[in-house]
Structures are given as structure tokens and as C-alpha cells.
């Protein structure tokens, strides 16, 4: 079955230093790439997807991620990070041969010191 | 207005008890899910309607039953519930049968089973 892999479970960072976080999916035909941020005691909100076309996509929140079909990753990275950028984030993927079902990798924890 | 809704909010409850968690959303969306976040944070589909439709069924205990009335509400009734229950249960929807827009996240339903 296909899946999908955060590669950090928890990175903490200072304010103003610079994000990436790893997630690698594993090959399963067309895939279309998510990244989602869980707020502490909050639900599920999209920061940014990939469907086709430019690799390089721009989110919300000054995110962004890039699509490297070769590694099979869409790491997720921002210049400089901000103390309200502490969450959960998850990478997902959806594989169209599983029927719309949306996977999701483990999550990692990003908790920004001020 | 809130796009995808859950009642309640927390849920405590005793082993061996039956309870229901309630979803509805206001978006026109087709297809409906449940996901289960563990105390991990992993999150894992459980079901997905797709206009009251039973499309993606998980290894699920039977005690775990989805109903949609219609396809703005995807119910889940949960019988004789165990101490391993205990998570915050997600419903989410998404336009097409596909997912390929994404999901739109409730705000989830934090049980816990004593």
C-alpha cells in the first residue's frame, strides 16, 4: 500500500531561522501532495497543495514546498519562521488509485522558541 | 458559518457505552470522512461516503458504524466502547469523489473513554 513519510518528528527552531521539513511518498502513479498544520487544540488546515505544473508551490503563511518527482518528496520550508508557526504539521498524499483516500505521514511537531 | 461542524466537541463516557458522534457540512460537498488521530497524532481514515454512498471502508471494528442520511451529514455510532477508542475523531469533506481538492477539516471530537 502506498504511504507517506515525515522524516523529523520534532524540530524546534529559534524565531527567524529557517524551515524544511522532509516528507517522501512512495510510488503509486499520479499523486496529488498536501501539506496541513494542526494549531494546538485545533483542526486540520490546509497550507498548501500540488497537483501538476510548477513544482515550486506557494502557500499560506509565507509556506512553501517543492515537488521533486525523482526523490519522490514535497519538503516543506519557510525563510523565517515566527513563534506563531508552532504546530503539528502533516504531509499527505493522494493517490489516485486508492480511491480518494487521503494519506497522511506521521506529523511533525514544530515548536518555535520566541 | 462553519464550513464542517461536529457535536460534541469533547466526549466522556464509561466502557461498554454507545455514543454518536455527529458531522454536517455546509459546503455542498459530495464526498464525506472520518478520520481517528491517536494519542500520536497519527491520523488514519476509517470511512468515506460519497453522497450517502459507502466508498472507503478500513479495517474498522463492526462496533464503529458511519450512516449518512444525506450527504451533507456523515454520522458515526460507536457501541461498546473501549478504552483504546479513546482519540479525537476528524470528519472531512471534500467536493469531488476523488479528494483531489483536498479536505476540509471538522474541528474534531476529543473522546475519552474511562
Known amino acids: 500500500a502506498q504511504s507517506v513519510s515525515q522524516h523529523n518528528h520534532h524540530v524546534i527552531l529559534s524565531e527567524a531561522a529557517s524551515l524544511e521539513l522532509g516528507c517522501n511518498y512512495s510510488y503509486g502513479g499520479t499523486v496529488n501532495l498536501f501539506w496541513y498544520v494542526q494549531y494546538p487544540g485545533q483542526h486540520l488546515q490546509l497550507l498548501l497543495k500540488?497537483?501538476?505544473?510548477?513544482?515550486l508551490v506557494k502557500g499560506i503563511k509565507g509556506f512553501e514546498a517543492e515537488f521533486i518527482k525523482s526523490k519522490f518528496s514535497f519538503n516543506l520550508r519557510k525563510p523565517s519562521v515566527q513563534w506563531s508557526d508552532t504546530a503539528e504539521y502533516f504531509c499527505a498524499a493522494l493517490f489516485y488509485n486508492q480511491g480518494g483516500k487521503l494519506i497522511f505521514g506521521q506529523g511533525t511537531e514544530l515548536s518555535v522558541k520566541p | 458559518d462553519t464550513a464542517v461542524s461536529q457535536t460534541p466537541k469533547y466526549l466522556v463516557t464509561q466502557m461498554g457505552n454507545d455514543k454518536s458522534i455527529k458531522c454536517e457540512q455546509n459546503?455542498?460537498?459530495?464526498?464525506m470522512y472520518w478520520y481517528k488521530q491517536d494519542s500520536k497524532k497519527f491520523l488514519k481514515i476509517m470511512f468515506s461516503y460519497n453522497n450517502k454512498e459507502l466508498i472507503i471502508n478500513e479495517t474498522v471494528p463492526n462496533r464503529f458504524s458511519p450512516k449518512s442520511p444525506d450527504k451533507a451529514h456523515l454520522n458515526l455510532h460507536i457501541n461498546s466502547l473501549e478504552l483504546g477508542d479513546s482519540a479525537v475523531y476528524f470528519c472531512?469533506?471534500?467536493?469531488?469523489?476523488?479528494?483531489?481538492?483536498?479536505?476540509?477539516f471538522g474541528s474534531g471530537t476529543r473522546l475519552t473513554v474511562v
Open positions: 459546503l455542498g460537498h459530495d464526498t
Open positions: 472531512a469533506s471534500s467536493p469531488k469523489g476523488q479528494g483531489t481538492d483536498g479536505y476540509t
Open positions: 500540488y497537483f501538476s505544473g510548477d513544482p
